[in-house]
């Protein structure tokens, strides 16, 4: 069995900002493991399909002008618990409620530039990932030092 997956975005104001380190390095440090991972600059398809849910609300067209504006870097990251505990590693949507520690509480004031973007349930990942990336772009392996993270 695969353990759990989410799709993780560095949208495109937290590359043009430098955090792209200070991101990715949040989720290596808490342990998670690194599946997939590219730079690009999303297509209107691609964005309009990623926030699909969000495609009748007044700031549906705002969010896509954004998100195409330039490089995004795509992720997945995998790990027991890893879709909520990741939601609460990035805070909540707008900056300025999202508690101090999260990615956003520390990072960003803007709910239109609030840096990251994480899938907030499994049928999301699941959607998300496939969007995003193609079976053999996903990465299956074992970090060696993954004993000292979780008990066998
Ligand atoms: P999330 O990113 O925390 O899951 P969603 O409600 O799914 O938040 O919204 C997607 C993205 O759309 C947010 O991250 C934010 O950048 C943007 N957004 C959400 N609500 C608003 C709004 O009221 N005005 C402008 N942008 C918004
Ligand atoms: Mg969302």
């Given amino acids: 069995m695969t353990a759990e997956r989410t799709f993780i975005a560095i949208k495109p104001d937290g590359v043009q900002r430098g955090l792209v380190g200070e991101v990715l390095g949040r989720f290596e440090r808490k342990g998670f493991k690194l599946v997939a991972l590219k730079q690009l600059i999303p297509s209107r398809d ?82 998300e990932i496939g969007l995003w990336f193609s079976a053999d772009e996903l990465s299956s392996w074992e970090p060696a030092d993954q004993i000292w993270r979780v008990e066998e």
């Avoid at 504006?69 to 992720?75: D, E, K």
């Avoid at 909540?92 to 999260?102: F, H, I, N, V």
């Fill in 46 to 127: 691609l964005a309009q399909e990623h926030y699909g849910v969000h495609r009748e609300r007044p700031f549906f067209d705002k969010l896509v002008n954004f998100i195409t504006s330039g490089p995004v870097i795509a992720m997945v990251w995998e790990g027991e618990g890893v879709i909520s505990n990741a939601r609460r590693m990035i805070g909540a949507t707008k900056p300025l409620e999202a508690d101090p520690g999260t990615i956003r509480g520390d990072l960003a004031i803007d709910i239109g530039r609030n840096v990251i973007h994480g899938s907030d349930a499994p049928e999301t990942a699941v959607f």
